[in-house]
């Protein structure tokens, strides 16, 4: 096996790449915003539903791979692929339950639907579903926690995994035993989008550290967020604060919220992407929180799938 396509169905984008198996690097890729949710709504339109709901995701994902075939030149006949994320929720392509956690690092007992390929789709499949607690759960982070730990550490450790929705999860003897989601990045697109404090942010291209630095603070000091958040309007008003540093302070504001229930806690593993990763890197270091270890999420991802692909066929 040289090769296996590497498909991150989230619920606003799509991701396949192509993957070399000898060291895991990525051949080519193709990305997009058919996320979960635009791809079941255009599928929810489609004139009289002509393809059920698995063969309309399924063909959108052969389309690509067609798409790839064609830019290098090569034969993806037989190729596997392994699909995680959103695609095995209510929205996306089949809809498989959550595995309770806890469950294995290795990913041994997580919950997969297996298709085999054939004549019109030659490519085996590994749909990997989430996982929930009594009452949390996640879609796709669980195949970055399978591609970034192993089962030689068996103490505590906790992983914090930025986004949208960002995740502390919680390991113990080889186990995920729990893990908290915090809306961290919805909350903060929210109010400095759609609210009366999008009046008072612009996205500042010249980060300002001190007053991110000074949001952090605030964030963690136990005010109420509320009320810390309303400053960010009169910061404005009362020239504290240009539109940009309020852009900072914000951000700012609900990271330190967020981390501050890892004080006093294990060093944490940080698993995220460059961007958003620099900024919890800034904020650990305010709140005198030392990290373990900084991980990439992207090849996390694709480690993670190849450990389910080889353990499966």
Not at 154 to 169: D, F, N
Not at 197 to 222: I, Y
Not at 265 to 274: H, K, Q
Request: aromatic share 10%; hydrophobic share 40%.
């Amino acid at each position: 096996m040289a090769y296996f396509f590497s498909c991150d169905w989230g619920t606003s984008a799509f991701r396949l790449r192509l993957i070399h198996t000898a060291d895991l690097s990525i051949v080519t890729e193709i990305s997009n915003s058919a996320g979960c949710a635009n791809t079941n709504q255009e599928w929810l339109k489609a004139p009289n539903q002509k393809y059920g709901r698995y063969t309309y995701y399924k063909n959108l994902i052969a389309s690509h791979i067609q798409d790839i075939k064609q830019r290098l030149h090569i034969e993806t006949e037989h190729i596997p692929l392994v699909i995680s994320g959103m695609a095995s929720s209510t929205i996306g392509m089949v809809n498989l339950p959550y595995k309770e956690a806890p469950f294995l690092i290795n990913g041994t007992d997580l919950i997969t639907e297996i298709v085999k390929e054939t004549e019109s789709f030659p490519h085996n499949t590994i749909i990997i579903s989430g996982v929930k607690t009594a009452e949390d759960v996640m879609r796709g982070e669980e195949t970055k926690l399978i591609g970034c730990l192993n089962n030689d550490n068996e103490t505590e450790q906790i992983i914090v995994l930025p986004g949208t929705h960002a995740k502390h999860v919680y390991i113990k003897q080889n186990q995920v035993t729990g893990f908290k989601t915090y809306m961290t990045g919805e909350f903060f697109n929210l109010l400095s989008q759609k609210s009366i404090l999008s009046l008072s942010v612009k996205e500042n291209r010249d980060f300002d550290r001190p007053v991110f630095e000074a949001g952090v603070t605030e964030g963690a000091s136990g005010n109420n967020i509320l009320h810390s958040a309303f400053l960010v309007r009169t910061n404005l008003l009362l020239n504290k604060y240009t539109p940009g540093q309020n852009f900072d302070y914000l951000s700012g504001l609900f990271l330190g919220f967020e981390l501050k229930d890892l004080i006093g806690l294990p060093e944490p593993i940080l698993l995220g992407d460059e961007k958003l990763g620099d900024l919890y890197q800034k904020a650990f270091k305010v709140l005198g929180i030392k990290l373990c270890q900084i991980i990439n999420a992207d090849e996390a991802l694709i480690k993670g799938q190849y450990k389910l692909l080889v353990k499966t066929f």
